[in-house]
């Protein structure tokens, strides 16, 4: 979670996955009336049609990100390896864009 000194939290926060009237349908939204910061950095939404991986994945992804980063930080102090180098790939591939 990103904070400001006043402690406000920044960035889309959780994301909320809702089904359509279709199946297989799904939108994923932030709740950009609770949250601080610019709009282009808090405002999510996007809506499509899923396979195999679902909305839950994708909603989830943020929070599976800062969680791989925190983890390999902590896992690289002691041992390094192929995993590692997959871990950071992983984390390169989702800071593109």
Excluded at 19 to 40: A, L, M, P, Y
Excluded at 74 to 82: K, V
Aim: proline fraction near 5%; aromatic fraction near 10%; avoid cysteine.
């Amino acid at each position: 979670m990103n904070t400001t000194r006043r402690g406000q939290e920044l960035g889309p926060g959780p994301l909320k996955v809702a089904n359509r009237t279709h199946t297989r349908q799904f939108s994923i939204q932030s709740d950009v009336h609770r949250r601080k910061g610019e709009w282009d950095d808090i405002y999510v939404d996007f809506s499509g049609y899923f396979g195999s991986y679902g909305p839950d994945m994708f909603a989830a992804a943020p929070d599976m990100f800062e969680a791989l980063k925190e983890t390999l930080a902590i896992a690289t102090r002691n041992e390094d390896g192929p995993w590692a180098d997959r871990a950071r790939a992983a984390l390169r591939k989702a800071s593109e864009g």
